[in-house]
C-alpha cells in the first residue's frame, strides 16, 4: 500500500518561516509533488522535485531525501493568502502514470 | 486561455439516481484524472486515463463509471451503488512527460439529499 503522512494542523506568525514535513513509503517512485488549496478551491500546483536537494521558486522551496523517503516545503515572509491546505504527493512509478495524495497540513497565519 | 472546465459546481443528487460530472480539457493533456476528496481523508483516485478509449481504476472505483471517448472529455458517472457519494469531486488533467504537476478544475460538490 501506499502511505504519504502529513501534520494535520500548522499555526505560524505573518512575517514567519515556517516548515511542512512530508514522509513517504510507496511502492514505487517517480517525484513528489506539493499543491496548495484554499477551502472551497481546486489545488494549485507548488513544485515537483524529482532529484535529492532542494528547489526554490519565490517564497516558497521544497526539499527531497528519496533515501530518507521524506520532503518538506519551507515557506518564508508568510503572508495571510498562505492560509491554506498544503497537500503532499506522490507520483508512483509503473506503466500507468498515478499520484497519490497526502491528507495534506491545513496551515493558519495569525497576524 | 487554455485550461479545465468541470460542470456543474453544485450538485444535488437524490438517493438512487445516477448522476454525471462533466470534465472538459482544452490543454492537449494526455492523462486524465477523478479524486473525491472528503474532510480529513485527503484527495483519493476514483479513475484515470492515460489515452482515449483507456481508462484504469483508482483506490476506490466501486460505484463509480468513466469513459474517454475525446482527448478532451473525461466524464464521471456517480452511479446508484455508491452508498456514499456527498463528496467534492475534482478532475485533474496532466502531460505524459515533463515536470508539470496536474492542473485541476475549479471542482463539482455532490449532495444526496
Known amino acids: 500500500g501506499q502511505n504519504i503522512d502529513q501534520p494535520t494542523e500548522m499555526t505560524a506568525t505573518e512575517g514567519a518561516i515556517v516548515q511542512i514535513n512530508c514522509t513517504y513509503q510507496?511502492?514505487?517512485?517517480?517525484?513528489l509533488f506539493w499543491y496548495q488549496q484554499h477551502a472551497g478551491e481546486a489545488p494549485t500546483f507548488l513544485s515537483y522535485?524529482?532529484?535529492?536537494g532542494l528547489e526554490e521558486k519565490g517564497r516558497f522551496s521544497s526539499f527531497l531525501s528519496r533515501s530518507k523517503g521524506y520532503s518538506y516545503l519551507l515557506l518564508k515572509e508568510l503572508q495571510m493568502k498562505d492560509s491554506a491546505s498544503y497537500l503532499c504527493?506522490?507520483?508512483?512509478?509503473?506503466?500507468?502514470?498515478?499520484?497519490?495524495f497526502g491528507t495534506g497540513t491545513k496551515l493558519q497565519v495569525i497576524p | 486561455d487554455g485550461g479545465i472546465t468541470q460542470s456543474p459546481k453544485y450538485l444535488f443528487r437524490k438517493e438512487g439516481q445516477n448522476v454525471t460530472l462533466s470534465c472538459e480539457q482544452n490543454l492537449n493533456h494526455d492523462a486524465m484524472y477523478w479524486y473525491r476528496q472528503d474532510p480529513g481523508q485527503g484527495l483519493r483516485l476514483i479513475y484515470y486515463s492515460q489515452i482515449v478509449n483507456d481508462f484504469q481504476k483508482g483506490d476506490i472505483a466501486e460505484g463509480y463509471s468513466v469513459s474517454r471517448e475525446k482527448k478532451e472529455s473525461f466524464p464521471l458517472t456517480v452511479t446508484s451503488a455508491q452508498k456514499n457519494p456527498t463528496a467534492f469531486y475534482l478532475c485533474?488533467?496532466?502531460?505524459?512527460?515533463?515536470?508539470?504537476?496536474?492542473?485541476f478544475g475549479s471542482g463539482t460538490r455532490l449532495t444526496v439529499v
Open positions: 510507496t511502492s514505487g517512485f517517480n517525484g
Open positions: 504527493a506522490v507520483f508512483l512509478s509503473g506503466g500507468y502514470q498515478k499520484v497519490t
Open positions: 522535485n524529482v532529484l535529492d
Open positions: 485533474a488533467s496532466r502531460k505524459s512527460t515533463g515536470k508539470e504537476g496536474y492542473t
